[in-house]
């Protein structure tokens, strides 16, 4: 068990929201088609505002809201799979934007399971040395989407959200245990973002469309319905609990179907499984701090539950931190 506390949580999201139905103009789909097979309804996507614009909007929100100045913050990671460029890091253009002058700052890219492979940084961090930080999920996943291919762009959405964290030495607060792991051998079955060998001394015959997603959707269905069951387990066993002592599951939100099912798998009720897929879509290294930050400011989750954070997704990664909140 490590003392830490999440501080403040914060989310921001473009204004710019898509329907199901805006959708038909670009593919052969429909609401039907799309809702009853994820549970999405809309997305939220960025018409000019970049991954490094919106985790601005969030760690300003964060700051202001705790009362915090940028100089207290020792380190600011950003969990993204999508960022503006390779360099700078996302999370170095937050922290000139925002004169947190004293933090060091670097990205993470663990795809959809990023903010989770974030927390264990942060454990890390804040056990050695380091008082104070901040970690920020946040995804402009339009730009990676083929409008035109139904199996992957109904799937997606924008957003940014992320936490401060501090030492917490009252054990009130604390991280309990966590369980990641990393299968490399499933990576083709959900790839994204590929960058060609390119120089005037090489070629690459790459087709160029795979710079958009593309999915293996039964694959990746089979991969997140039974490795997050398992680790789960897993990281309650570590921690020294039983799964019913979980008053509260954030998992990645990709698909009400899979949740559903991890639910099942779990023979847990699905009222402690909270979502919002069907208002974001797939947010990827945002999905679980939005979802968090939303039942924070609602009361869902109140200080001293026990929380189960997991995620899964490209890579193939899963990952689970067990909380006292």
Sequence with gaps: MTGIQIVQTANAVPERTVPNDELNAYMETSDEWISSRTGIKQRHVATGQTTSDLCTLVAQKLLAEAGWQACDLDFIIVATMSPDYMTPATAAIVQGRIGAKNAFAFDLNAACSGFIYGLKVVEGLLQVADKRGMLIGGEVLSKLLDWHERSTAVLFGDGAAGVLLEQNLTGSSAFLATDLQTFGELGE???AG???VNSVFATDSTDPHQRYFEMDGRAVYKFATHQV?????????KAGLLVQDIDYFILHQANQRIIDQIAKRLDQPSHKFLSNVANFGNTSAA???ILLDEAIQRGTIQRGQTIALSGFGGGLTVGTQIIKY
């Design 189 to 191: 079955r959900l790839t």
């Design 229 to 237: 069951p398992e680790s789960i387990m897993r990281a309650v066993q």
């Design 194 to 196: 590929y960058q060609p």
């Design 287 to 289: 999905s679980i701090p």
